[in-house]
């Protein structure tokens, strides 16, 4: 069973940029989409973004469309979520996610904190 680890969350002001990045623990990256997903304290978990398999095709919703960007190193084990121009309703812990098909994530992240302050 492969394992999902994320990093790069923090406390950052509005404005700013935060990258995320997630390390699966075995190369078999490639055979997955992977995606990111949030949570903020009191709210559903909410879809991030989305990336292909082969990297190519991405999904994100309206919600951080034009500031948030997936992408992925499928050669280093990696899944990189660049999130530009935060806003405080970012906050959120953020978890990587992968699975088989679109919307059928089966693994999940232990999740990162991203707080952004006004």
């Known amino acids: 069973q492969v394992q999902l680890i994320e990093s790069g969350g923090g406390l950052v002001h509005t404005g700013d940029s935060l990258r995320l990045s997630c390390a699966a623990s075995?190369?078999?990256?490639?055979?997955?989409?992977m995606g990111w997903f949030r949570q903020a304290p009191g709210k559903e978990r909410e879809f991030v973004g989305g990336v292909s398999k082969n990297g190519i095709s991405t999904l994100s919703p309206d919600s951080v469309k034009g500031r948030f960007t997936i992408s992925r190193d499928n050669a280093k084990n990696t899944v990189t979520l660049q999130m530009n121009s935060l806003k405080p309703e970012d906050t959120a812990v953020y978890y990587c996610v992968a699975g088989p098909g679109w919307g059928r994530y089966d693994v999940w992240g232990q999740g990162t904190q991203v707080t952004v302050s006004s």
């Open positions: 075995a190369r078999i990256l490639a055979s997955y989409i």
